[in-house]
């Protein structure tokens, strides 16, 4: 049933892409000794969702009305880090990585935060608490 509403996709979408975007900076922060690894980060999810839906756009709420559209599913498309390299061509920031993993944090909880906000605005529209 919810999977009908743009809400919880959009939501459910946000928590995806901090969840992948989350595991990528675990696995810079783990070769961080690495010689010759490049770190890697996703684009954001904004960068992400605009180019999936091509921004604003008519959709279908219905079999037989414009279009159809599908849930949206980012595609991790990783970026190269920003980090200066080491003698060793590694270019993992421990202290960039650390600050990134506490935004990307936040951006978790957002979208547990929209999730449930809409989530209680329709229990409470069906007459539910």
């Known amino acids: 049933m919810f999977k009908k509403l743009e809400i919880f996709q959009m939501a459910s979408a946000m928590a995806r892409h901090a ?3 989350q595991a ?15 770190a890697s980060d996703l684009a954001s999810f904004s960068d992400t969702y605009k180019q999936h839906t091509g921004g604003i756009a008519m959709r279908g ?3 037989g009305h414009i279009s159809e559209t599908g849930a949206f599913n980012p595609a991790a498309i ?24 506490v935004e990307i944090g936040g951006h978790h909880k957002r979208a547990m935060a929209i999730y449930n ?13």
């Open 78 to 101: 990783p970026i190269a880090g920003k980090g200066s390299e080491s003698p060793n061509g590694n270019n993992v920031s421990l202290e960039a990585e650390m600050m990134k993993s």
């Open 24 to 38: 990528m900076t675990a696995r810079n922060i783990a070769n961080a000794d690495t010689p010759g690894y490049k």
């Open 61 to 63: 709420t219905r079999s």
């Open 19 to 21: 969840e992948t975007r």
């Open 117 to 129: 906000s809409s989530l209680g605005i329709l229990r409470t529209s069906l007459g539910r608490r």
